[in-house]
């Protein structure tokens, strides 16, 4: 009896390891994290930030306002506030460790990636 080829053996290997990779159930609610953000130069306020699929799409809720955010995994981020249009957006890092996206900003522990 033959040993089975490589790429088979890889390929079961991967598969069964897929497994043991912790994931949401199905129909669980996607995560959720408490953090502080703010609007322009505005004052922080507590927000929650829900990750639908890290680093693809993720909202912030801040004082009744929905920030819809969505990456193509190419290096362009977009952001729709409440039921707005979609418009491209720069992200980047302040001084004080918040990750902003013109204008609007949110710092604490989340996943990035």
Known sequence: MQAPPLALTLAAAVVLGL?????PAL???PPAYKLECRLENGP????????EAVGERWQIDLEGLRVVFRHDGRGTVEMRRSSGPWQPVSSRWQDDHALCWDGVCAKGSFPLD
């Open 19 to 23: 497994g043991m990779v912790p994931r």
């Open 27 to 29: 129909g669980a609610e």
């Open 44 to 51: 922080w306020h507590p927000c929650v930030m829900t990750v």
